[in-house]
């Protein structure tokens, strides 16, 4: 059974470069969780109508859309799935359910890159430290150039190998 590899995101570019990264180390397929850290509000209309999807979806964009399906492409050997879940715990037992229910083996964080979440967002990586599972920084930032050159230059290698 592949193993599986948890990344939070803030829906920027920028924080798919922790995934590249992730998939660089990577020796066998994997399944990868990309999650998106949103507090909830106390009202009970948001609790009761709260749709994980519909919540993903306003969350995306174009840009991160497009840039996340290059990578996708990218390490198609590698990934065997790819899906983006909210995360709404709060401490760090939601942060364990989380591991368990999803059968989570590693996280992957970025060492050198601040999330920088949406509104009703946080970043779940610290409660990801003391849920059982090994956390592994990865750097993002490099002497290659911005994420932006080195995201458009996976995207334009992409292309060249496309039928067109």
Known sequence: MNETIA????????????????????????????????????SISQLLFNSPERTIRNLKNPE????????????????????????YGVNSN??????????IDRVYAASD??????????????????????VVQVPVASSEGSVYQQLSALLNRNRQYKPG
């Open 113 to 134: 890159y601040r999330l920088q979440p949406p509104v009703n967002g946080f970043d779940p990586t610290t409660l990801f430290t003391g849920s059982g599972v090994p």
């Open 7 to 42: 990344i939070a995101t803030d829906f920027r570019v920028d924080s798919l470069v922790t995934l590249q990264q992730a998939m660089m180390r990577e020796s066998a397929p994997v399944k990868v969780i990309l999650i998106c850290g949103i507090e909830l509000s106390g």
């Open 64 to 87: 991160f859309t497009e840039f996340l399906s290059v990578i996708s492409n990218r390490y198609e050997s590698m990934i065997t799935e790819l899906v983006i879940k909210p995360f």
């Open 94 to 103: 939601a942060a364990r359910a989380f591991v368990s229910a999803n059968n």
